[in-house]
Nanobody, 116 residues
Framework: VQLVESGGGLVQPGGSLRLSCVGS????????MSWYRQVPGKERELVASIHSGDGGIVYGMSVKGRCTISRDDAKNTVIVEMNRLKPEDTAVYYC??????????WGQGTQVTVSS
């Protein structure tokens, strides 16, 4: 199983970013796909989730209104786009694939730094 994230880097405040995650080795379309983020010393925080099947979406409170998540099951890809970035959006962003509370996979993470 692999989840490979891309798209992180340095972004100026007020800017935007697009993170991609490509999954392999598992039935991607059956899994809830999510993005989380983590800052050292703090708990991992949900950014956004998109369900399989009906494509239901949940956004974390700190990014709601600034974030869009989408998935392309034909390409085993989940994408999150964020705008109006703030320094407090600086974190390592992780892709997650979950079938249940007991079966999930994590990517290696990609650093996003929001700074001028």
């Amino acid at each position: 199983v692999q989840l490979v994230e891309s798209g992180g880097g340095l972004v100026q405040p007020g800017g935007s970013l697009r993170l991609s995650c490509v999954g392999s080795g598992f039935p991607f379309s059956n899994y809830i796909m999510s993005w989380y983020r983590q800052v050292p010393g703090k708990e991992r925080e949900l950014v956004a989730s998109i369900h399989s099947g009906d494509g239901g979406i949940v956004y974390g409170m700190s990014v709601k209104g600034r974030c869009t998540i989408s998935r392309d099951d034909a390409k085993n890809t989940v994408i999150v786009e964020m705008n109006r970035l703030k320094p407090e959006d600086t974190a390592v962003y992780y892709c997650n694939a979950a079938l249940s509370a007991y079966l999930d996979y994590w990517g290696q993470g990609t650093q996003v730094t929001v700074s001028s």
